[in-house]
């Protein structure tokens, strides 16, 4: 009202200060015009305050409609904008302080324009409020979504189109401000959220019965079933508007991440699909399964039917997987949430334990034409993007690798299972290959025992070798490679297993030092390969197999050392019982260890530690006999019949007797028995002035000492020293 008055007032004093000319006629329809204007604008919003205070402030019965307000709206903002541009006009033509009281009057006119924006944005969100209803009562679910997404945009301000929309038809900030800080606002934002949660529910509720997840427990097992309705239209509308970009899918994706898809691939899981008879019903899928921790030995489920239980899985629900944008399927969304979990779980659980281990699996297995064509599947649902999700495609990439990784982790389980057993688990091998045969063709290796261990152990590095891997020119063989690599792990291995036996059962260092050369034999025969570690190899073995029965020999010689420490003579004229006795039982000893050895070490090897066996008793004694200083003849007969023991039992411990004859000190002690028994002359004869027997195992100060024990100091053995120089 006071508007109106000014403004008139305003066109009055034009109209006196203009007179009657045309100037007056043209303000005077003007001044007509806006009155008419600002009367129907006031009778206008007094409606429409009436209106929206009875749905969103008073909540009072009212039958009118938004659509008629929006029509008049529409109609005084076009007359409104109309005068606004003639008032421009005219009053330019006119004066300009006729121009001024127009410009005025045009700011009040655009605080009536600025109301009538404002009451045009309540009258459209009142009237999609309206839509709404309607649309409820057709259950057209996709025009809800999209009213409701109208409503968000009229009310928030962040209308999808809003940013394409023309300029006309979006709000000016002065009218948002304004709009947000009416009292029906948050009455208006309050119905909205009300109007969308009551929409999502009743979608998902709807939803819920198409598409039926359950899952029942049991103490020991669980059993899931998928049961999908086959009213493909029903269903496809439901799942159109439920799955909306503001729509969180995660508790379908939750049960299907833990009931389905982990079950099936670490699970043995029964699986029953069936169909719906005559397109009416529910298609259903059930899983049953064991909720018992897996133990180690339980067998995992064949790659090849996770893969099919995965297609009848997503078969099932392939009535769900509809296009819900120009960019988007619902399997998509749906593998946003599971589908990282899904391809680590298949690849690391299912695809890697079910490499082949051996060459023959490795040229029969279609692992990875089943996996291209599962990722293929996968995404023809539109679940995975191959350029992105690679998972798979990586497995492929690396399937030679896998395979050789497996080949080599199964063979080093199997190495490590050889090295535990025992080694005394024996067998004989190259029974024909003699010392004479060996000596005539030294490629061949010798007759002798080795442990079982060690001819599986070779048993294993031949079938690596016969597994045929493509390999560059210029690049080693990984076999050649991978068979260094057990020979190490026999060197290493086999002493830290086996130590204690090792230093203390002779048969046990004698068998792995068969086994040693053995491989060793093994590794020379296989110079036509690409054995780069070949020469180091050889040595190793031989160095590590020799060491072991060094030892072992080292220890039996400290025995005969500790039991010849208790040798001691009775008196100076005669030996007693105790000499015999230790001599007697270090021959046991040596018998003993014939017993042991035998048969298990290669004769020449055999002969060569006998004879230092023999050699050290030999040795024992002589020292001994050279710490008398004085021998009478009764103690001379006695030491004579003792060293006759050692001569005779000697060559019983060669499996052929002359071999003693290689034992260094063995002419010393037969010559040591002849001194015993001989007279000065026969001692000079057999000196011969350094040229006789004697002077090959004596020196002369040794030969004069034992005259001295044995005879007295007369002048015919002062003649006879006098001869040993």
Request: a negative charge; aromatic letters at 6%; one cysteine or more.
């Amino acid at each position: 009202i006071r508007l109106r008055a000014t403004i008139m007032n305003d066109i009055e004093h034009l109209q006196s200060g203009l007179g009657f000319g045309n100037g007056f006629a043209v303000v005077d329809a003007t001044k007509s015009t806006i009155l008419d204007v600002l009367t129907r604008t006031e009778r206008f919003q007094v409606n429409v305050r009436r209106h929206i205070d009875d749905n969103y402030t008073d909540f009072m019965p009212n039958h009118t409609t938004p659509g008629v307000f929006l029509d008049q709206i529409g109609s005084l903002k076009r007359e409104v904008d109309d005068l606004l541009e003639k008032g421009a006009s005219e009053g330019l033509d006119a004066l300009d302080e006729a121009n001024a009281k127009m410009a005025a009057s045009r700011r009040q006119l655009r605080e009536v324009l600025l109301g009538l924006e404002v009451s045009d944005q309540i009258l459209k969100v009142d009237e999609v409020f309206h839509s709404m209803e309607d649309a409820k009562s057709c259950n057209d679910y996709m025009l809800l979504q999209d009213l409701l997404g109208r409503l968000r945009g009229l009310i928030y301000g962040d209308e999808p189109a809003a940013a394409t929309a023309p300029a006309a038809t979006t709000l000016s900030p002065e009218v948002r401000r304004i709009f947000q800080e009416l009292e029906c606002y948050e009455t208006m934002k309050v119905k909205y959220l009300v109007q969308a949660h009551l929409l999502q529910q009743n979608l998902q509720e709807r939803f819920d019965r198409l598409v039926q997840l359950q899952c029942k427990s049991f103490p020991t097992s669980r059993c899931v079933t998928l049961q999908v309705s086959r009213d493909e239209a029903q269903l496809q509308d439901i799942v159109q508007a439920l799955f909306q970009k503001r729509y969180s899918p995660n508790r379908l994706c939750d049960f299907l991440l833990e009931n389905c898809i982990e079950p099936l691939i670490l699970r043995p899981v029964m699986v029953a699909y069936s169909e719906a008879a005559d397109g009416l019903g529910h298609d259903q899928l059930s899983l049953s399964y064991s909720t018992k921790e897996p133990s180690p030995t339980q067998l995992r489920p064949n790659y090849k039917d996770v893969l099919a239980h995965f297609r009848l899985l997503f078969q099932t629900l392939g009535g769900i997987n509809i296009s819900v944008s120009s960019e988007q399927h619902v399997f998509g969304i749906i593998g946003e949430h599971v589908k990282d979990r899904m391809l680590k779980l298949l690849v690391d659980e299912c695809l890697k334990p079910a490499v082949p281990e051996t060459m023959e699996e490795y040229q029969s297995s279609t692992l990875c034409e089943d996996v291209t064509n599962f990722e293929q599947f996968l995404a023809d649902v539109n679940l995975i993007d191959p350029a992105h999700d690679r998972a798979l495609a990586l497995f492929v990439e690396k399937y030679t690798t896998y395979y050789r990784n497996r080949l080599l982790r199964r063979v080093l389980e199997t190495a490590r299972d050889i090295v535990q057993r025992d080694l005394q688990d024996m067998m004989l091998v190259a029974p024909n290959n003699g010392p004479n045969e060996v000596a005539a063709n030294p490629m061949l290796f010798p007759r002798c025992m080795i442990s079982k261990s060690a001819q599986d152990y070779v048993k294993l590095m031949e079938r690596i070798l016969r597994q045929n891997v493509n390999v560059e020119p210029e690049s080693s063989n990984p076999l050649c490679e991978i068979n260094a690599s057990l020979l190490q792990t026999y060197i290493d291995q086999v002493p830290l297993v086996h130590r204690k036996l090792l230093e203390s059962i002779p048969q046990q260092s004698a068998l792995f030092h068969n086994n040693c050369m053995f491989l060793t034999h093994w590794v020379a025969q296989q110079a036509n390969r690409d054995f780069k570690s070949l020469p180091a190899l050889t040595k190793s073995l031989q160095a590590t197999g020799q060491r072991y029965l060094r030892v072992q020999i080292d220890y039996q010689i400290s025995i005969l050392k500790e039991i010849m420490d208790g040798f001691e003579f009775q008196s100076q004229h005669t030996l007693g019982t105790g000499p015999l006795k230790m001599v007697r039982q270090c021959l046991r000893q040596l018998d003993l260890l014939k017993n042991v050895w035998a048969n298990v070490l290669a004769e020449t090897v055999y002969n060569a530690t006998f004879c230092e066996l023999i050699n050290a008793l030999a040795a024992e004694l002589i020292q001994r006999v050279f710490t008398l200083r004085d021998i009478s003849a009764t103690m001379a007969t006695e030491l004579s019949d003792l060293i006759d023991v050692v001569l005779e039992r000697g060559p019983t411990l060669f499996l052929e007797p002359h071999e003693v004859l290689q034992v260094r000190l063995w002419m010393k002690l037969q010559q040591l028995k002849t001194i015993m028994n001989a007279s000065l002359k026969e001692i000079t004869e057999l000196w011969c002035n350094g040229a006789g027997p004697l002077t090959a195992n004596y020196k002369s100060e040794e030969v004069r000492h034992l005259i001295r024990a044995l005879f007295q100091d007369t002048s015919r053995r002062v003649q006879a020293m006098a001869k040993i120089s």
